[in-house]
């Protein structure tokens, strides 16, 4: 009987089951897989979990998906000692080293696929394949270089050995250097194979009924056996593990075998529908595959409770009957048996008749051990038979008063006390500011005041005065939470971070240096080695033995990313059970293991990836081998991530190139670097990682790749900088020459300049006298008439004309010799002046012999200005040429218009038109030859070529003729 007890314990200490579920993150396409089914998973050297579908293969790094091979099956992934990550599909096998995925070689139904140092192995049914690269380097075939068929195979990598074992031969073999070698001969029938645990020790399994023996090959020693029934484990013997731990697969039941403890875990996957394939990360974290994605079960300290059974649970108490006692809001009061996890309602009255629904935080226990609940109406006090109400309106804490043996509970702008008798007493804060709302948390100091927090502040309540007063010097957003700790020390939190009282010099501190951003809901100690903190979305584990002993301040947060997954931590709502906490939350309760919490950062590593965009290799990140930069470039375009599966918050980096920058970068979430203009020489860039959100973690993992730049001596960045004395020195003996050359073509530009003036004041002398001609013979048509007065009004009108003429002549000058815009004539004196002319050019005849009209579409075009003497002898040639030779009366419009880009006028008669006016000069007589139009068209070629945009455009028209002239800006 002795004997089956202690095989009963054995049993029981080596199949650990948790009660428990592990808390899990569920990956699927949604996440970045592509495709739900998963195959194969894998963690190679540098830490990268490799998951292989039925449709592709990614890579993550713990934030990132990076998809290879698409739509192809994947069955199998292994690493060789060089970090390369082999890919096994149904028929081909691929190698990834960093930067590309190479095929290596095709095959069909192959037994297995072996990864080896440089070179792996494919088993088929007769024969054994050695490759290198994409090259077959041996084959050994049955029949002729070995009898039989091989059954097992394993390669041992510190040996560069493989094993193999054949049916119906109780032999090892090994293959090295090319050569067969028989290694170990056995008697008897049992069924043997080789295998190679986590490819570092070789191990001789032997079936035995259903019974699993694995041992040394030499000595037949037993490491480990695994008893089974109906292919069911029933336990697991554990003498001598030759590797620090191993992963043993039965079916869809895993079971961690531990080398220290010699003991098992089976893990509990029953909410993975068929997980296979699975493995152990380097946190000892479970990865499964399963038709229903890739999971990542944390192995923290961590557990939740399903939420079928606790969910919504807003606070938690253990009851002296040694059962828990959970209030769910809106629902009701239960029991909870934590060990078959079923819960039984406990009825409380509530208002109108109904049973109590309404609960909130905070439940407490007075010193007969009785429970007490606050709700919205008061409070439920539980004896273990009987629940009876209180109607003392809300409650949101409730706390025992070891001071005056009473249970203190809060109400609106005070507090309320009921004993053992049920007599209750209300204390009020008449002023209403010092506990302007409901207490929210509640707690004692050395002498037995109480410490009171609300949304607005932190009140003490003397009991000795018998008063309110507000403590200053505290949070300043309101206290939701107040603990104290097994030194008489305050710790309280609210919206404004975790705060520290010291009781004995009496001095607030924030103490979490604004890594606590969300509203704190709970704190509670475990004497004075944890503080536990916990807010709207996750929990902070406090090392308190090290803030007491050095000041530190040591922080380790949990949250969705490494396995808490609850969220809205209810309200003071934490539980302490020895060394279990249990923390209740408005989704499920998670239990924290406080005795397996520590301040060791899970693992995670930081990988230079990438070098100007190709990826770098892994045997150059494990071997640290220099990188020689292809010749002439001297740019480098780095990436960089983080590796780790465990992190509660996204990485910082920072980073710097040896030989160029004198410190490190400021810490970044920027996964880049970027160099330019670098010269020849060694360098060696370092990037360093830490979890965000937390600068007081002190533990930093660095990458750093060594490069070399070889440049052409003229690409060197200092090249121009050694010939800069040489070229200032050219440019010396170059400047008198250049300065004079310069002088000499300004010189020549001056004189072009004056040229061109010379020209065309030489246009605008011939253009006077013309003008003049035909004012003086409209005057004397006057006098010939027997006009006088007429002449002589004409005459003060070619007086002011002849002035204004003059006027626009020398600008006109100026504007040839390049002088601002107030050389040039506005539009309204232009006006005026054609004005003048078209009124002294209708005297010359006895009978009216035309009309005109002058136009400005808008009053702005008044003050615009334009080269002076352009359309004078435009408007001269339509009277002359085009309406004097007419034999009605005629019409002169002159239109001036708006552009964007400009000034427009536009000249339009109803004359004879070019045509017949071209005629009539063929047939009369010349008394002299006309040269205004081409005078003037000269002249804007001239002014064409001092930058001016002056454009004419003749149109003729049924009637007559249109001349547009444009003076674009």
Not at 437 to 454: L, M, Q, R, V, Y
Not at 512 to 525: C, L, R, T, V
Request: glycine share 6%; with cysteine.
């Amino acid at each position: 009987m002795r004997r089956i007890c202690l095989i009963m314990f054995l049993i029981f200490l080596t199949l650990s089951v948790f009660a428990q579920q592990r808390p899990y993150i569920n990956y699927t396409t949604h996440s970045g897989l592509p495709q739900i089914q998963v195959r194969a998973i894998h963690q190679d050297h540098l830490g990268y979990i490799w998951v292989g579908t039925k449709s592709g293969l990614v890579k993550f790094n713990g934030e990132e998906f990076e998809n290879y091979l698409p739509n192809k099956s994947i069955y199998e992934i292994e690493s060789d000692s060089k970090g390369r990550v082999y890919v096994k599909t149904y028929d081909q096998l691929y190698r990834f080293d960093g930067r590309d995925m190479l095929l290596l070689t095709g095959f069909k139904n192959p037994a297995a696929v072996i990864i080896g140092n440089e070179e792996y192995w494919i088993l088929s049914e007769n024969c054994l394949f050695q490759y290198r690269d994409t090259a077959e380097i041996q084959r050994y075939v049955s029949d002729v270089d070995f009898k039989g068929v091989i059954n097992s195979v394993a390669y041992v990598k510190d040996k560069a050995r493989m094993y193999f074992t054949m049916q119906d031969l109780n032999q090892i073999f090994s293959i090295a250097d090319g050569k067969i070698e028989r290694e170990i001969k056995f008697e008897g029938s049992v069924k043997r194979k080789v295998l190679a645990l986590k490819g570092e020790e070789i191990v001789l399994v032997e079936e035995e009924n259903e019974n699993i023996h694995y041992l040394n090959p030499v000595d037949k020693s037993n490491y480990f056996s695994v008893y089974r029934t109906n292919n069911r484990v029933d336990s697991i013997k554990i003498n001598h593990l030759p590797v620090k731990d191993y992963l043993y697969v039965n079916d869809y039941s895993f079971y961690r075998l531990d080398s220290v403890t010699k003991s098992s875990t089976k893990f509990n996957l029953d909410f993975i529908k068929a997980p296979y394939p699975a493995i152990l990360d380097r946190d000892n974290n479970i990865w499964s595959g399963s038709d229903n994605g890739l999971y990542q079960i944390f192995n923290g300290p961590i557990s939740n409770f399903p939420r079928s059974f606790m969910n919504d649970i807003w606070t938690m108490i253990k009851g002296d009957d040694g059962h828990f006692y959970g209030a769910v809001y809106k629902d009701a009061l239960y029991r909870l048996d934590m060990k078959s996890q079923t819960k039984e309602e406990i009825l409380a009255p509530g208002p109108f008749h109904r049973k109590e629904t309404d609960y909130y935080y905070g439940a407490s226990k007075d010193k007969k051990g009785f429970l007490y609940f606050p709700t919205h109406y008061g409070l439920v006090k539980y004896n273990y038979k009987n629940t009876k109400k209180f109607d003392t309106g809300i409650s949101l804490i409730t706390k025992y008063d070891s001071v005056s043996n009473r249970i203190i509970f809060g109400q609106m702008n005070g507090l309320g006390f009921i004993d053992e008798k049920e007599n209750i007493e209300i204390l009020i804060d008449s002023s209403k500011q010092l506990v302007p709302s409901h207490p929210k948390a509640i707690d004692f100091d050395e002498e037995g005041n109480i410490w009171i927090g609300t949304n607005g502040c932190l009140t003490k309540y003397d009991r000795k005065k018998k008063c309110f007063s507000k403590i200053e010097g505290g949070p300043k957003y309101g206290v939701f939470s107040i603990h104290k700790d097994v030194k008489g020390n305050f710790w309280m939190g609210g919206k404004d971070g975790l705060w520290f009282y010291n009781s004995q010099n009496e001095e607030f501190r924030r103490v979490d240096d604004g890594i606590i951003e969300n509203n704190i809901a709970g704190i509670i100690s475990k004497s004075d080695e944890l503080l536990i903190v916990g807010t709207s979305l996750e929990v902070f584990a406090m090392d308190l033995a090290s803030f007491y002993s050095k000041g530190n301040i040591r922080m380790k947060l949990f949250n969705f990313r490494n396995g808490f997954l609850s969220e809205e931590v209810c309200q003071n709502g934490f539980l302490l059970d020895k060394d279990l906490l249990y923390v209740p939350s408005t989704t499920c309760t998670s239990v924290i293991d406080l005795d397996k919490v520590n301040f060791d950062t899970d693992f995670y590593d930081v990988r230079i990836t990438s070098l100007n965009d190709k990826g770098i290799i892994y045997s150059d990140t494990i071997s640290r081998s220099e990188i020689c930069m292809e010749n002439g470039c001297n740019e480098l375009d780095l990436s960089f991530e983080a590796i780790g599966f465990g992190l509660p918050t996204n990485p910082m980096f920072k980073y710097k190139l040896d030989g160029v920058d004198k410190t490190w970068s400021d810490w970044t979430k920027k996964k880049y670097a970027n160099y330019r203009n670098l010269a020849s020489g060694n360098y060696c860039f370092h990037v360093m990682a830490r979890p965000g959100g937390n600068p007081n973690v002190t533990t930093q993992k660095e990458d750093h790749l060594h490069l070399k730049i070889s440049l052409p001596f003229y690409k060197e960045p200092r090249f121009y900088q050694h010939t800069l004395i040489g070229f200032v020195i050219l440019v010396l003996i170059l400047g008198f020459f250049v300065h004079s050359r310069i002088h000499i073509k300004m010189k020549m530009l001056d004189r072009e300049r004056k040229i061109k003036f010379l020209e065309i004041a030489t246009l605008q002398a011939q253009l006077n006298p013309h003008f003049v001609f035909n004012i003086l013979s409209s005057v004397q048509n006057l006098i010939s008439l027997h006009k006088p007065e007429k002449a002589n009004e004409y005459l003060i009108k070619f007086s002011r004309l002849i002035r204004a003429y003059m006027e626009a002549s020398i600008k006109s000058s100026k504007v040839l010799l390049g002088a601002s815009v107030s050389s040039e004539i506005t539009i309204k004196e232009e006006v005026d002046l054609l004005q003048m002319y078209i009124e002294l050019e209708q005297v010359k005849h006895k009978e009216r012999k035309f009309d005109f009209e002058v136009k400005l579409d808008s009053d702005d075009l008044q003050n615009k200005t334009i080269p002076p003497m352009i359309l004078q002898p435009l408007v001269e040639n339509a009277i002359k040429h085009g309406l004097e030779p007419g034999e009605k009366i005629g019409f002169l419009q002159i239109r001036f218009s708006d552009r964007e880009d400009g000034v427009e006028c536009m000249i339009r008669d109803n004359g004879i038109g070019r045509e017949r006016s071209q005629q009539n000069k063929k047939d009369s007589i010349k008394l002299y030859q006309s040269r205004g139009l081409e005078l003037i068209n000269k002249k804007i070629e001239i002014l064409n070529d001092l930058d001016y945009k002056i454009k004419i455009e003749y149109k003729d028209l049924d009637e007559g003729t249109e001349v547009r002239v444009t003076f674009t800006n």
